[in-house]
């Protein structure tokens, strides 16, 4: 059975991810739903309209620069410790319009309370064409930018994005990034993104843009669409090294 996660506070956690360790999770979402430019099929938030995300009346405001530092820092003073702030829950944090001051706000508090704490960025690398974005983008320590499909079909199926969101515009704006880390959901059913074309339309765009590493994923939980499946270790890591091999970039499996 398909459960919701939706997180309740600005910061949440530590959690221990498959793909991270400890991780501090930063959410500048409303509890009541995801706010992303994205509705992907596999969505632990659940399903709902993908949005640009920058209509107020939407989310009752927005939580502010400040706000976000002193949620990390009360954080910090009640002693927890964890090896990465992440900027993940209810949704894609680039949309959030003060993106670039909230990342700012949470290295100061860091570079006081933890220095050596990563700030890390999940983030569905809708926003990354736009400059802006992309300089708060480069001030994070470890941008993990998602990249499902190797062209414009199957992204639909999968990612579902809002009506301004355009594939090309996503390989444009990653290949401007200086440094990232690209994720990858793979999944298989009536929707599919693990079978050979699949595949090997992937490996170009990974051969073209050149991350300093390729993380590979399948489903944890159940899934809001329920055509879809996990894809079994094995395959995964077929995947992964004929990546590796033809494109000299390091893939990890975690499934
Ligand atoms: S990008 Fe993330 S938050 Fe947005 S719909 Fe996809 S899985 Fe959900």
Redesign the pocket.
């Known amino acids: 059975m398909f459960t919701k996660y939706l997180h309740r506070d600005i910061i949440y956690g530590p959690v221990r991810s498959r793909r991270l360790g400890l991780s501090l999770g930063v959410n500048l979402w409303p509890k009541s739903h ?1 706010v ?5 099929i ?4 659940g399903a ?1 309209r ?1 949005s640009r995300g920058d209509d107020p009346r939407l989310l009752g405001g927005f939580v502010s620069p400040r706000q976000v530092a002193d949620a990390l820092q009360h954080a910090f003073d009640s002693g927890l410790t964890c090896e990465h702030i992440t900027f ?5 944090a680039t949309l959030h319009p003060q993106f670039g001051d909230i990342v700012e706000a949470i290295r100061d508090v860091r570079d006081t309370m933890a220095p050596e704490v990563a700030i890390t960025l ?3 690398s ?1 926003r990354v064409h736009d400059p802006a974005v992309r300089a708060a983008i480069e001030r994070v320590d470890l941008p993990i930018m ?1 990249l499902d499909a190797g062209e414009e079909t199957l992204f639909r199926k999968l ?2 994005p809002a009506a301004d969101v355009h594939f090309t515009d996503i390989i444009a704006g990653l290949k401007m990034l200086r440094r990232f880390h690209m994720q990858t ?1 793979i999944l298989d059913g009536d929707i599919s993104n693990c079978g050979d074309a699949e595949v090997a339309a992937w490996i170009r765009q990974v051969g073209y843009l050149k991350p300093e590493s390729v993380q590979l994923y399948t489903l944890d939980r159940p899934a809001p669409y329920k055509g879809i499946h996990k894809v079994g270790k094995e395959r995964m890591q077929e995947i992964a090294r004929q990546c590796e091999r033809e494109t000299g970039v390091q893939v990890d499996v975690f499934a």
Do not use: P, Q, R, W
């Open positions: 995801k992303c430019s994205f509705d992907c596999y969505c632990e938030c709902y993908a993940s829950g209810s949704g894609e999940l983030s569905n809708t998602k990612n579902h959901m």
